[in-house]
């Protein structure tokens, strides 16, 4: 684009001669949007990780591990 600061405007009669398009039946709903489930994020790990968990249920099973372990690391009722 050019840094020449004029603008040209169309002229109303080529305004005229371009026509009104209704693009309201052009919007549909996402056909695809029940098909997520209870998915809200998505996590791309390395596939060196992926190769050794091999399912994605694998890898979910071990991060919950690890939230577990940390809260029994935690120490409770320290004030």
């Given at each position: ?38 998915f ?17 249920e694998?890898?979910?099973?071990a ?14 009722g320290?004030a």
């Open positions: 684009m050019s840094d020449d600061e004029s603008k040209v405007e169309p002229t109303t009669e080529s305004l005229a001669e371009i026509p009104e398009v209704d693009f309201s039946a052009g919007i549909r709903p996402n056909r695809y949007a029940d098909l997520r489930g209870e809200e994020r998505a996590v791309f790990i390395d596939r060196e990780l992926w190769d050794h968990f091999g399912s994605e694998r890898a979910l099973e991060l919950r591990l690890l939230v577990e372990l940390e809260k029994r690391a935690q120490p409770t320290v």
